[in-house]
């Protein structure tokens, strides 16, 4: 059973899947997509009470500012665990570029 005695804080990217490999092998490939879960519930999931862990669902820009400005939560000693979610097909442009290479490289290896 894990200890929750130190202060630490997890987000977790919920973005429908696996952006990088959609930017190589194809934005629609269903291999990609995972289900939506309670992300969030995987502190209690690991025997975490609500005094060592809490969590939060963030869901735009403006909410994750507001929580990563809250005194509460930056000065809250335990486990903060923050389901973020993104549009699907965000990455930023390193990423895609990166990406963009890497298909071109696995298209040369094919023929």
């Known amino acids: ?9 997890s987000f ?6 696996y ?3 959609r930017c190589i092998h194809g934005m629609d490939a269903e291999y990609n ?3 939506e879960w309670k992300w ?8 975490a009470t609500e005094k060592q862990a809490r969590s939060f669902q963030v869901r735009t820009k403006d909410e994750l ?11 809250w000693g335990g486990l903060q665990f923050v389901e973020l979610y993104m549009p ?3 990455a930023p442009r390193a990423l895609v570029l990166t990406a963009e290479a890497s298909a071109k490289n696995n298209a040369k290896m094919e023929d």
């Not at 969030?40 to 025997?47: A, I, R, T």
């Open 1 to 9: 059973m894990p200890q929750f005695t130190d202060t630490a804080r």
């Open 12 to 17: 977790c990217i919920c973005n429908e899947g």
């Open 19 to 21: 952006t990088i490999e």
């Open 33 to 35: 997509d995972i289900i």
């Open 40 to 47: 969030k519930d995987l502190p209690s999931v690991f025997g």
């Open 65 to 75: 500012e507001s929580l990563l400005a809250d005194k509460e939560f930056n000065g």
């Open 88 to 90: 699907k097909k965000d």
